[in-house]
Protein backbone atom coordinates (compact mmCIF):
# COMPACT_ATOMS: atom_id res chain seq x y z
CA UNK A 1 0.00 0.00 0.00
CA UNK A 2 2.88 2.28 1.02
CA UNK A 3 4.23 1.85 -2.15
CA UNK A 4 1.53 2.44 -4.17
CA UNK A 5 0.70 5.75 -2.63
CA UNK A 6 4.40 6.72 -3.18
CA UNK A 7 4.10 5.73 -6.55
CA UNK A 8 0.90 7.48 -7.40
CA UNK A 9 2.27 11.02 -5.45
CA UNK A 10 5.49 10.69 -7.54
CA UNK A 11 3.25 10.99 -10.71
CA UNK A 12 1.33 13.70 -9.68
CA UNK A 13 4.46 15.29 -8.94
CA UNK A 14 4.97 14.94 -12.26
CA UNK A 15 1.78 16.12 -13.82
CA UNK A 16 0.59 18.99 -12.01
CA UNK A 17 3.45 21.18 -11.96
CA UNK A 18 3.21 24.33 -14.47
CA UNK A 19 5.61 23.35 -17.57
CA UNK A 20 8.74 25.22 -17.94
CA UNK A 21 8.84 25.22 -21.46
CA UNK A 22 6.61 27.75 -22.84
CA UNK A 23 3.68 26.87 -24.99
CA UNK A 24 0.78 28.50 -26.59
CA UNK A 25 -2.84 28.96 -25.44
CA UNK A 26 -6.40 29.86 -26.96
CA UNK A 27 -7.33 32.89 -27.86
CA UNK A 28 -10.81 34.16 -28.72
CA UNK A 29 -11.10 34.05 -32.47
CA UNK A 30 -12.63 30.84 -33.32
CA UNK A 31 -9.88 28.80 -35.01
CA UNK A 32 -10.00 27.42 -38.29
CA UNK A 33 -10.01 23.41 -38.79
CA UNK A 34 -6.32 22.49 -39.48
CA UNK A 35 -5.48 21.73 -43.48
CA UNK A 36 -3.52 18.07 -43.93
CA UNK A 37 -0.30 20.05 -44.19
CA UNK A 38 -1.11 21.04 -40.54
CA UNK A 39 -1.57 17.26 -39.38
CA UNK A 40 0.08 16.00 -36.76
CA UNK A 41 3.10 14.05 -36.63
CA UNK A 42 2.94 10.44 -36.61
CA UNK A 43 4.19 10.35 -33.19
CA UNK A 44 2.29 12.31 -31.50
CA UNK A 45 -0.74 11.10 -33.34
CA UNK A 46 -0.05 7.76 -31.53
CA UNK A 47 0.31 8.46 -28.19
CA UNK A 48 -3.13 10.41 -28.61
CA UNK A 49 -4.79 7.55 -30.67
CA UNK A 50 -3.21 5.29 -27.11
CA UNK A 51 -4.53 7.47 -24.68
CA UNK A 52 -8.36 7.26 -26.40
CA UNK A 53 -7.85 3.94 -26.88
CA UNK A 54 -7.12 3.71 -23.10
CA UNK A 55 -10.05 6.15 -21.91
CA UNK A 56 -12.34 4.08 -23.98
CA UNK A 57 -12.23 0.81 -22.10
CA UNK A 58 -12.39 2.52 -19.21
CA UNK A 59 -15.81 3.00 -17.24
CA UNK A 60 -16.36 7.18 -16.28
CA UNK A 61 -17.28 7.31 -12.82
CA UNK A 62 -17.59 9.86 -10.05
CA UNK A 63 -14.85 10.15 -7.55
CA UNK A 64 -17.47 8.82 -4.54
CA UNK A 65 -18.20 5.56 -7.42
CA UNK A 66 -14.40 5.14 -7.62
CA UNK A 67 -13.82 4.70 -3.66
CA UNK A 68 -17.04 2.34 -3.48
CA UNK A 69 -15.12 0.41 -5.88
CA UNK A 70 -12.16 0.98 -3.89
CA UNK A 71 -13.54 -0.45 -0.66
CA UNK A 72 -14.51 -3.20 -2.00
CA UNK A 73 -11.93 -4.24 -4.66
CA UNK A 74 -8.91 -2.94 -2.75
CA UNK A 75 -6.42 -5.61 -2.31
CA UNK A 76 -4.69 -3.84 0.35
CA UNK A 77 -8.14 -2.54 2.23
CA UNK A 78 -9.23 -6.10 1.79
CA UNK A 79 -5.57 -7.91 3.32
CA UNK A 80 -6.24 -5.20 6.22
CA UNK A 81 -9.79 -6.18 7.10
CA UNK A 82 -8.16 -9.93 7.97
CA UNK A 83 -6.91 -8.26 10.57
CA UNK A 84 -10.06 -7.91 12.08
CA UNK A 85 -11.11 -11.55 11.70
CA UNK A 86 -8.01 -12.55 12.89
CA UNK A 87 -8.28 -10.18 15.92
CA UNK A 88 -12.00 -11.75 16.60
CA UNK A 89 -10.13 -15.46 16.33
CA UNK A 90 -8.16 -14.04 19.16
CA UNK A 91 -10.64 -12.79 21.21
CA UNK A 92 -12.67 -16.52 20.63
CA UNK A 93 -9.07 -18.24 21.64
CA UNK A 94 -8.73 -15.98 24.79
CA UNK A 95 -12.52 -16.12 26.08
CA UNK A 96 -12.14 -19.90 26.00
CA UNK A 97 -10.36 -20.04 29.59
CA UNK A 98 -13.76 -18.87 31.09
CA UNK A 99 -15.40 -21.49 29.38
CA UNK A 100 -16.02 -25.18 29.99
CA UNK A 101 -13.92 -27.55 28.38
CA UNK A 102 -15.83 -31.14 27.40
CA UNK A 103 -13.89 -34.13 26.35
CA UNK A 104 -14.50 -37.76 25.36
CA UNK A 105 -12.14 -40.22 25.57
CA UNK A 106 -12.72 -44.37 24.89
CA UNK A 107 -10.69 -47.07 23.50
CA UNK A 108 -10.99 -50.95 22.95
CA UNK A 109 -7.97 -52.96 24.62
CA UNK A 110 -7.42 -56.70 23.36
CA UNK A 111 -4.73 -58.78 26.27
CA UNK A 112 -2.80 -61.48 25.57
CA UNK A 113 -3.54 -63.01 29.27
CA UNK A 114 -6.80 -62.49 31.17
CA UNK A 115 -6.50 -60.74 34.85
CA UNK A 116 -9.20 -62.19 37.43
CA UNK A 117 -10.13 -63.01 40.83
CA UNK A 118 -11.37 -66.65 41.14
CA UNK A 119 -13.63 -66.13 44.15
CA UNK A 120 -16.13 -69.16 43.59
CA UNK A 121 -13.15 -71.49 44.47
CA UNK A 122 -12.06 -69.08 47.63
CA UNK A 123 -15.56 -69.35 48.32
CA UNK A 124 -15.64 -73.07 47.98
CA UNK A 125 -12.85 -73.71 50.17
CA UNK A 126 -14.00 -71.03 52.45
CA UNK A 127 -17.22 -73.14 52.76
CA UNK A 128 -15.28 -76.75 53.50
CA UNK A 129 -13.78 -74.51 56.54
CA UNK A 130 -16.46 -73.65 57.72
CA UNK A 131 -17.94 -77.41 57.95
CA UNK A 132 -14.59 -78.73 59.37
CA UNK A 133 -14.27 -75.84 61.90
CA UNK A 134 -17.89 -76.47 63.31
CA UNK A 135 -16.99 -80.42 63.62
CA UNK A 136 -14.00 -79.73 64.95
CA UNK A 137 -15.62 -77.41 67.46
CA UNK A 138 -18.27 -79.86 68.20
CA UNK A 139 -15.76 -82.94 68.79
CA UNK A 140 -14.26 -80.64 71.56
CA UNK A 141 -17.13 -80.11 73.40
CA UNK A 142 -19.30 -83.50 73.02
CA UNK A 143 -16.03 -85.52 72.01
CA UNK A 144 -17.90 -87.06 69.39
CA UNK A 145 -17.88 -85.96 65.92
CA UNK A 146 -21.32 -84.55 63.90
CA UNK A 147 -22.69 -87.62 61.53
CA UNK A 148 -23.03 -86.33 57.84
CA UNK A 149 -27.10 -85.68 58.35
CA UNK A 150 -26.21 -82.88 60.84
CA UNK A 151 -23.91 -81.07 58.82
CA UNK A 152 -26.01 -81.77 55.33
CA UNK A 153 -28.40 -78.63 56.08
CA UNK A 154 -24.29 -76.47 56.54
CA UNK A 155 -23.42 -78.00 53.91
CA UNK A 156 -26.36 -77.22 51.42
CA UNK A 157 -26.24 -73.79 53.26
CA UNK A 158 -23.06 -73.19 52.16
CA UNK A 159 -23.04 -74.87 48.96
CA UNK A 160 -26.22 -72.30 48.30
CA UNK A 161 -23.59 -69.41 49.40
CA UNK A 162 -20.75 -70.72 47.01
CA UNK A 163 -23.26 -70.70 43.63
CA UNK A 164 -24.10 -66.74 44.00
CA UNK A 165 -20.76 -66.35 44.07
CA UNK A 166 -18.82 -65.58 40.47
CA UNK A 167 -15.47 -65.20 39.55
CA UNK A 168 -14.36 -61.22 39.30
CA UNK A 169 -12.99 -60.19 35.72
CA UNK A 170 -10.15 -57.50 36.59
CA UNK A 171 -9.00 -57.34 33.05
CA UNK A 172 -10.86 -59.55 30.51
CA UNK A 173 -9.19 -60.12 26.84
CA UNK A 174 -11.42 -57.97 25.64
CA UNK A 175 -12.59 -54.42 27.39
CA UNK A 176 -13.87 -51.44 26.83
CA UNK A 177 -12.68 -48.25 27.99
CA UNK A 178 -14.47 -44.91 28.07
CA UNK A 179 -14.49 -41.26 30.09
CA UNK A 180 -16.05 -38.47 29.72
CA UNK A 181 -14.46 -34.92 31.26
CA UNK A 182 -16.33 -31.94 32.04
CA UNK A 183 -13.49 -29.39 33.22
CA UNK A 184 -14.02 -25.08 34.19
CA UNK A 185 -11.63 -22.69 35.15
CA UNK A 186 -12.87 -21.70 38.72
CA UNK A 187 -10.58 -18.61 39.19
CA UNK A 188 -7.18 -17.91 37.25
CA UNK A 189 -5.09 -14.79 37.65
CA UNK A 190 -5.85 -15.22 32.86
CA UNK A 191 -8.94 -14.11 33.92
CA UNK A 192 -7.93 -10.14 34.75
CA UNK A 193 -6.80 -10.09 30.92
CA UNK A 194 -10.00 -10.96 29.32
CA UNK A 195 -11.17 -7.20 28.94
CA UNK A 196 -7.63 -6.92 26.24
CA UNK A 197 -9.39 -9.68 24.38
CA UNK A 198 -11.96 -7.14 23.03
CA UNK A 199 -9.54 -3.60 23.62
CA UNK A 200 -7.24 -5.78 20.66
CA UNK A 201 -10.01 -6.12 18.50
CA UNK A 202 -11.13 -2.59 19.19
CA UNK A 203 -7.41 -1.64 18.32
CA UNK A 204 -7.50 -4.04 14.71
CA UNK A 205 -10.70 -2.29 13.44
CA UNK A 206 -9.24 1.17 14.38
CA UNK A 207 -5.98 0.01 12.22
CA UNK A 208 -8.04 -1.21 9.27
CA UNK A 209 -10.04 2.14 9.65
CA UNK A 210 -6.62 3.94 9.57
CA UNK A 211 -5.63 1.35 6.62
CA UNK A 212 -9.12 2.50 4.58
CA UNK A 213 -8.40 6.42 4.97
CA UNK A 214 -4.78 6.43 3.68
CA UNK A 215 -6.07 3.78 0.12
CA UNK A 216 -8.67 6.40 0.08
CA UNK A 217 -6.53 9.04 -0.01
CA UNK A 218 -4.47 8.19 -2.32
CA UNK A 219 -7.49 7.47 -4.73
CA UNK A 220 -8.82 10.70 -4.55
CA UNK A 221 -5.13 11.88 -4.84
CA UNK A 222 -4.93 10.04 -8.60
CA UNK A 223 -8.33 10.69 -9.31
CA UNK A 224 -7.94 15.06 -8.63
CA UNK A 225 -4.71 14.32 -10.11
CA UNK A 226 -6.12 13.37 -13.37
CA UNK A 227 -8.69 15.77 -13.33
CA UNK A 228 -6.00 18.21 -13.14
CA UNK A 229 -3.96 16.77 -16.21
CA UNK A 230 -7.26 16.76 -18.32
CA UNK A 231 -8.06 20.35 -17.74
CA UNK A 232 -3.79 20.55 -18.81
CA UNK A 233 -4.30 18.76 -21.66
CA UNK A 234 -7.76 20.89 -22.63
CA UNK A 235 -5.17 23.93 -22.27
CA UNK A 236 -2.51 22.15 -24.64
CA UNK A 237 -5.33 21.32 -27.63
CA UNK A 238 -6.57 24.63 -27.30
CA UNK A 239 -2.99 25.65 -27.75
CA UNK A 240 -2.04 23.56 -30.86
CA UNK A 241 -5.42 25.07 -32.17
CA UNK A 242 -3.94 29.03 -31.63
CA UNK A 243 -0.41 27.70 -33.04
CA UNK A 244 -1.61 26.28 -36.04
CA UNK A 245 -3.81 29.43 -36.81
CA UNK A 246 -1.12 31.87 -36.10
CA UNK A 247 0.83 29.24 -38.65
CA UNK A 248 -1.53 29.56 -40.99
CA UNK A 249 -1.69 33.48 -40.91
CA UNK A 250 2.39 33.70 -40.95
CA UNK A 251 2.09 31.45 -44.08
CA UNK A 252 -0.33 33.67 -45.30
CA UNK A 253 1.31 36.71 -45.14
CA UNK A 254 4.68 35.26 -46.42
CA UNK A 255 3.25 34.64 -49.87
CA UNK A 256 2.10 37.86 -50.29
CA UNK A 257 5.20 39.34 -49.07
CA UNK A 258 3.79 41.37 -45.81
CA UNK A 259 6.18 38.81 -43.32
CA UNK A 260 9.48 36.79 -43.27
CA UNK A 261 10.22 33.70 -43.24
CA UNK A 262 11.24 34.08 -39.18
CA UNK A 263 7.60 34.18 -38.90
CA UNK A 264 6.60 31.45 -40.08
CA UNK A 265 9.58 29.80 -38.32
CA UNK A 266 8.51 30.69 -35.40
CA UNK A 267 4.99 29.80 -35.55
CA UNK A 268 5.80 25.87 -36.72
CA UNK A 269 7.91 26.20 -33.29
CA UNK A 270 5.31 27.16 -31.41
CA UNK A 271 3.13 24.09 -33.08
CA UNK A 272 5.45 21.93 -32.13
CA UNK A 273 6.07 22.83 -28.36
CA UNK A 274 2.07 22.61 -27.95
CA UNK A 275 2.12 18.99 -29.55
CA UNK A 276 5.26 18.08 -27.65
CA UNK A 277 3.15 19.16 -24.40
CA UNK A 278 0.08 17.09 -25.61
CA UNK A 279 2.42 13.82 -25.79
CA UNK A 280 3.78 14.81 -22.58
CA UNK A 281 0.62 15.03 -21.19
CA UNK A 282 -1.06 12.22 -22.62
CA UNK A 283 1.87 9.75 -22.00
CA UNK A 284 1.42 10.74 -18.15
CA UNK A 285 -2.10 10.53 -18.11
CA UNK A 286 -2.37 7.14 -19.07
CA UNK A 287 0.29 6.31 -16.24
CA UNK A 288 -2.02 7.42 -13.33
CA UNK A 289 -5.05 6.09 -15.04
CA UNK A 290 -2.95 2.33 -14.54
CA UNK A 291 -2.23 3.30 -11.42
CA UNK A 292 -6.13 4.19 -10.43
CA UNK A 293 -6.57 1.01 -12.07
CA UNK A 294 -4.04 -0.68 -9.49
CA UNK A 295 -5.90 1.27 -6.56
CA UNK A 296 -9.41 0.73 -7.36
CA UNK A 297 -9.15 -3.01 -8.93
CA UNK A 298 -11.12 -2.07 -11.47
CA UNK A 299 -10.50 -0.38 -14.64
CA UNK A 300 -12.27 3.19 -14.33
CA UNK A 301 -11.90 7.13 -15.12
CA UNK A 302 -12.96 10.53 -14.42
CA UNK A 303 -16.04 11.60 -15.34
CA UNK A 304 -15.89 14.37 -18.16
CA UNK A 305 -18.14 16.75 -16.95
CA UNK A 306 -17.60 19.34 -13.99
CA UNK A 307 -14.26 18.72 -12.17
CA UNK A 308 -14.91 17.23 -8.32
CA UNK A 309 -15.20 20.37 -5.39
CA UNK A 310 -15.47 19.78 -1.46
CA UNK A 311 -16.57 22.07 0.95
CA UNK A 312 -14.14 21.60 4.28
CA UNK A 313 -13.32 23.78 7.15
CA UNK A 314 -10.76 22.95 9.44
CA UNK A 315 -11.31 22.37 13.08
CA UNK A 316 -9.90 24.96 15.93
CA UNK A 317 -6.57 23.25 17.45
CA UNK A 318 -8.41 23.46 20.48
CA UNK A 319 -10.22 21.09 19.75
CA UNK A 320 -7.04 19.46 19.05
CA UNK A 321 -8.78 17.46 15.69
CA UNK A 322 -5.86 15.24 15.25
CA UNK A 323 -6.83 12.92 17.84
CA UNK A 324 -9.76 11.33 15.93
CA UNK A 325 -7.13 10.09 13.06
CA UNK A 326 -7.98 6.54 13.66
CA UNK A 327 -4.16 5.78 14.00
CA UNK A 328 -3.76 7.25 17.01
CA UNK A 329 -6.76 5.63 18.54
CA UNK A 330 -5.27 2.34 17.62
CA UNK A 331 -1.77 3.50 19.16
CA UNK A 332 -4.00 4.63 22.38
CA UNK A 333 -5.79 1.19 22.52
CA UNK A 334 -2.54 -0.59 22.23
CA UNK A 335 -1.52 1.34 24.94
CA UNK A 336 -4.24 0.58 27.45
CA UNK A 337 -3.69 -3.36 26.29
CA UNK A 338 0.13 -2.73 27.53
CA UNK A 339 -1.01 -1.50 30.39
CA UNK A 340 -3.23 -4.04 31.37
CA UNK A 341 -0.96 -7.10 30.53
CA UNK A 342 1.94 -5.27 32.96
CA UNK A 343 -1.07 -4.99 35.75
CA UNK A 344 -1.73 -8.58 35.48
CA UNK A 345 1.70 -9.18 35.58
CA UNK A 346 1.48 -8.26 39.37
CA UNK A 347 -1.29 -11.06 40.49
CA UNK A 348 0.38 -13.91 38.33
CA UNK A 349 1.29 -15.60 41.98
CA UNK A 350 -2.50 -16.31 42.58
CA UNK A 351 -4.05 -19.68 42.38
CA UNK A 352 -5.41 -21.30 39.56
CA UNK A 353 -8.70 -22.79 41.07
CA UNK A 354 -9.88 -25.81 38.77
CA UNK A 355 -13.18 -27.68 39.05
CA UNK A 356 -13.60 -31.36 37.13
CA UNK A 357 -16.57 -33.91 36.68
CA UNK A 358 -15.75 -37.24 35.11
CA UNK A 359 -17.99 -39.81 34.41
CA UNK A 360 -15.76 -43.41 33.69
CA UNK A 361 -17.14 -46.85 32.03
CA UNK A 362 -15.49 -49.72 32.06
CA UNK A 363 -16.61 -52.99 30.84
CA UNK A 364 -15.01 -54.99 33.44
CA UNK A 365 -17.35 -54.81 36.85
CA UNK A 366 -14.26 -55.42 38.97
CA UNK A 367 -14.59 -54.85 42.90
CA UNK A 368 -17.05 -51.78 42.38
CA UNK A 369 -19.33 -54.36 40.95
CA UNK A 370 -20.60 -51.61 38.26
CA UNK A 371 -19.35 -50.12 34.79
CA UNK A 372 -20.33 -46.51 35.63
CA UNK A 373 -17.99 -44.49 38.11
CA UNK A 374 -18.70 -40.50 38.69
CA UNK A 375 -16.15 -38.62 40.31
CA UNK A 376 -16.48 -34.84 41.12
CA UNK A 377 -12.87 -32.85 41.93
CA UNK A 378 -11.61 -29.40 42.79
CA UNK A 379 -7.96 -28.92 42.40
CA UNK A 380 -5.87 -25.27 43.03
CA UNK A 381 -2.26 -24.80 41.87
CA UNK A 382 -0.04 -22.19 42.93
CA UNK A 383 3.11 -21.18 41.40
CA UNK A 384 4.89 -20.37 44.18
CA UNK A 385 8.58 -19.96 42.08
CA UNK A 386 8.99 -20.23 38.50
CA UNK A 387 12.78 -19.89 38.39
CA UNK A 388 12.28 -16.24 37.75
CA UNK A 389 10.64 -16.07 34.27
CA UNK A 390 7.37 -14.20 35.65
CA UNK A 391 9.64 -11.28 37.20
CA UNK A 392 11.31 -10.86 34.03
CA UNK A 393 8.44 -10.87 32.04
CA UNK A 394 7.05 -8.39 34.67
CA UNK A 395 10.10 -6.31 33.93
CA UNK A 396 9.63 -6.58 30.09
CA UNK A 397 6.16 -5.57 30.37
CA UNK A 398 7.01 -2.58 32.47
CA UNK A 399 9.60 -1.92 29.71
CA UNK A 400 7.06 -1.83 26.71
CA UNK A 401 4.56 0.16 28.42
CA UNK A 402 7.34 2.96 28.60
CA UNK A 403 8.03 2.20 25.27
CA UNK A 404 4.48 2.27 23.90
CA UNK A 405 3.85 5.86 26.02
CA UNK A 406 6.45 7.27 24.17
CA UNK A 407 5.53 6.16 20.82
CA UNK A 408 1.67 7.41 21.47
CA UNK A 409 3.09 10.48 22.36
CA UNK A 410 5.40 10.76 19.11
CA UNK A 411 2.84 9.75 16.60
CA UNK A 412 0.64 12.35 18.48
CA UNK A 413 2.96 15.28 17.79
CA UNK A 414 3.07 13.89 14.26
CA UNK A 415 -0.11 14.17 14.06
CA UNK A 416 -0.43 17.17 15.55
CA UNK A 417 2.04 18.78 12.99
CA UNK A 418 0.40 16.94 10.25
CA UNK A 419 -2.53 18.45 10.75
CA UNK A 420 -1.17 21.97 10.97
CA UNK A 421 0.66 21.29 7.94
CA UNK A 422 -2.46 20.35 6.07
CA UNK A 423 -4.64 23.23 7.39
CA UNK A 424 -1.42 25.82 6.02
CA UNK A 425 -1.10 24.07 3.08
CA UNK A 426 -5.13 24.20 2.67
CA UNK A 427 -4.95 28.24 3.23
CA UNK A 428 -1.97 28.58 1.40
CA UNK A 429 -3.62 26.87 -1.81
CA UNK A 430 -6.56 28.73 -1.81
CA UNK A 431 -4.56 32.03 -2.04
CA UNK A 432 -2.26 30.88 -5.03
CA UNK A 433 -5.80 29.61 -6.57
CA UNK A 434 -7.28 33.26 -6.28
CA UNK A 435 -3.71 34.65 -7.37
CA UNK A 436 -3.52 31.87 -10.78
CA UNK A 437 -7.21 33.00 -11.57
CA UNK A 438 -6.53 36.47 -11.36
CA UNK A 439 -3.05 36.29 -13.30
CA UNK A 440 -5.27 34.04 -15.86
CA UNK A 441 -7.80 36.46 -16.19
CA UNK A 442 -5.01 39.57 -16.77
CA UNK A 443 -3.61 36.97 -19.40
CA UNK A 444 -6.92 36.78 -21.25
CA UNK A 445 -7.47 40.18 -21.42
CA UNK A 446 -3.73 41.34 -22.67
CA UNK A 447 -4.38 38.57 -25.81
CA UNK A 448 -7.40 40.05 -26.72
CA UNK A 449 -5.66 43.32 -26.87
CA UNK A 450 -2.80 41.94 -28.06
CA UNK A 451 -4.32 39.80 -31.02
CA UNK A 452 -6.44 42.98 -32.28
CA UNK A 453 -3.16 44.95 -32.87
CA UNK A 454 -1.77 42.43 -34.71
CA UNK A 455 -4.79 42.45 -37.03
CA UNK A 456 -4.80 45.80 -37.40
CA UNK A 457 -1.12 45.79 -38.08
CA UNK A 458 -0.20 47.52 -34.49
CA UNK A 459 1.89 44.94 -33.19
CA UNK A 460 4.70 42.45 -34.58
CA UNK A 461 4.00 38.27 -34.32
CA UNK A 462 6.82 38.30 -31.56
CA UNK A 463 4.92 40.04 -29.46
CA UNK A 464 1.61 37.70 -29.95
CA UNK A 465 3.74 34.78 -29.39
CA UNK A 466 5.06 35.68 -26.16
CA UNK A 467 1.42 36.65 -24.68
CA UNK A 468 0.22 33.06 -26.07
CA UNK A 469 2.76 31.74 -24.16
CA UNK A 470 1.84 33.99 -20.97
CA UNK A 471 -2.05 33.03 -21.35
CA UNK A 472 -1.25 29.06 -21.83
CA UNK A 473 0.85 29.21 -18.60
CA UNK A 474 -1.69 31.40 -16.49
CA UNK A 475 -4.16 28.74 -17.13
CA UNK A 476 -2.15 26.16 -16.36
CA UNK A 477 -1.19 27.65 -13.09
CA UNK A 478 -4.68 28.00 -12.82
CA UNK A 479 -6.11 24.23 -13.52
CA UNK A 480 -2.69 23.29 -11.36
CA UNK A 481 -3.94 25.65 -8.28
CA UNK A 482 -7.72 23.85 -8.64
CA UNK A 483 -6.35 20.55 -8.00
CA UNK A 484 -4.38 21.12 -5.66
CA UNK A 485 -6.49 22.85 -3.88
CA UNK A 486 -8.95 19.85 -3.57
CA UNK A 487 -6.12 17.45 -3.53
CA UNK A 488 -5.28 19.73 -0.39
CA UNK A 489 -8.79 19.46 1.37
CA UNK A 490 -9.34 16.04 1.20
CA UNK A 491 -5.55 15.76 3.06
CA UNK A 492 -6.70 18.13 5.69
CA UNK A 493 -9.78 16.10 5.93
CA UNK A 494 -7.42 12.46 6.29
CA UNK A 495 -5.33 14.11 9.18
CA UNK A 496 -9.13 14.65 11.10
CA UNK A 497 -10.04 11.24 10.37
CA UNK A 498 -12.93 12.07 9.06
CA UNK A 499 -11.76 11.71 4.76
CA UNK A 500 -14.61 8.93 4.46
CA UNK A 501 -17.47 11.26 5.80
CA UNK A 502 -16.29 14.30 3.72
CA UNK A 503 -16.51 12.11 0.16
CA UNK A 504 -20.11 10.46 1.62
CA UNK A 505 -18.81 6.86 2.51
CA UNK A 506 -20.08 5.34 6.04
CA UNK A 507 -17.80 4.66 8.31
CA UNK A 508 -18.34 0.43 8.00
Not at 485 to 508: D, F, H, Y
Request: proline share 4%; with cysteine; glycine share 6%.
Amino acid sequence: MRTRITAALASLSLALPALAQPALTPSTTSPATPSPSQAQPAGVAQALATEQAFLSSRRAVSLREALTVAEQKNPDLQSARQAIALAAAKTRMALSIAVPSLSLNASYVHTSVAQEFKAKESARQQAEGTVGLVNFISTSFTGMPLSDAQLAPLRSQQQEAVDQVQDIVIVARNSLYGTLLLQQVLFSPNFFLLPAAWEGGEAAKLGTLEAREQILLAVARVYLGLEGLAQLEQAARDAETVALKRERDARAQATVGTSTEIAVLRAQSETAQARSTLSALSGQRVALLALLEALVGEPVRPNDDVPTRFEVTAGQEGDTPWERSYGLKAQAVGLKIQERLASVDRLAWLPTVVAQAKGSYNSNRGFAGTNFIFDGIVAAQWDLYDRGVRYAQQRENDAKVIQQRCQLEGARAKAKANWIGAKTNLEAAAVALQQAEAQAALATRAQRQVGAAYENGLTTSLEVSDIDNKRFLAASAAAQARAQLEIRKVELAAAEGRLASLLGLPEN
